[in-house]
């Protein structure tokens, strides 16, 4: 006669199995995360920019990162229960290229001739002589947090949330002598909890700001009717 042992594990092996499952199980949430963030649909997409006729020449300097963080920081990644672990997210392009290049893009779309100077910082009596408006900026948040909360048994109920921010000044210079005409401040935050996150949130919010910027008439009004005593 053949006696089968029982399957179900002794009581001593009862927190290893647990430690292992509950690690099967956060790092099946992982995957997943990784997994579909990568072919989720953009969402809160902002509308096209309507373009205007006969806006005058400008050219665009680079912004000034002044959040006070790396260049390449772009915000962090926190995983696990409340109090778990952060980890920076990163970015190839500087923040401060980013974000100069999208406003310029922007100016573009609204129908400014852009003369792009992206390249460079905004230096008084360095402005190009096709030019009727110089414009330059800063930055001064663009921060993006994503949070991956695990809790209950073995780690298996997950709550993800995402929220990303970005304030920007725009500044227009008189040609001739450099001098500051005007600023404004545009901001935009962008927040979500539930579900699986937004992974373009970062990106979305960008978009939104520089859209409010390049729509705001009277942004328009002094980079466009830089011609004459107050643009030279």
């Known amino acids: 006669m053949v006696f089968c042992g029982s399957t179900k594990a002794s009581p001593e092996a009862m927190p290893a199995v647990a430690t292992v499952r509950g ?5 099946l949430i992982a995957i997943l995360v990784l997994a579909v963030a990568g072919c989720l649909p953009a969402r809160s997409t902002p509308r096209p920019i309507p373009a205007l006729s006969g806006l005058l ?13 790396d ?28 974000v ?9 779309a609204r129908g400014f001739p ?33 949070e991956v909360r695990t809790g209950g048994p073995y780690g298996a109920m997950t709550n993800f ?21 005007w600023e404004k401040t545009y901001s935009r935050e962008l927040g979500a909890s539930g579900g699986i996150g937004n992974p373009n949130a970062l990106t979305q919010v960008l978009a939104r700001t520089v859209r409010a910027a390049v729509m705001d008439r009277e942004l328009v009004e002094q980079l466009g009717g830089a011609r004459g005593p107050k643009g030279k």
């Open 23 to 27: 690690r099967r199980v956060k790092a």
């Open 100 to 108: 100069t290049r999208a406003f310029a893009d922007a100016l573009k």
């Open 57 to 69: 020449p400008i050219a665009v300097y680079r912004f000034t990162d002044s959040r006070g963080k």
């Open 71 to 98: 260049a390449h920081v772009i915000g962090q990644d926190v995983f696990g229960s409340r109090g778990g672990s952060a980890s920076p997210m990163r970015a190839r392009t500087p923040v401060d290229l980013t």
């Open 114 to 146: 852009v003369v792009d100077r992206t390249d460079v910082a905004f230096v008084p009596g360095t402005a190009p002589e096709n030019v009727d408006g110089l414009v330059s900026g800063e930055i001064t948040d663009y921060w993006w947090e994503r």
């Open 161 to 181: 949330s995402d929220r990303a921010r970005c304030t920007i000044t725009v500044r227009a210079h008189a040609r001739a002598s450099g001098e500051k005409l």
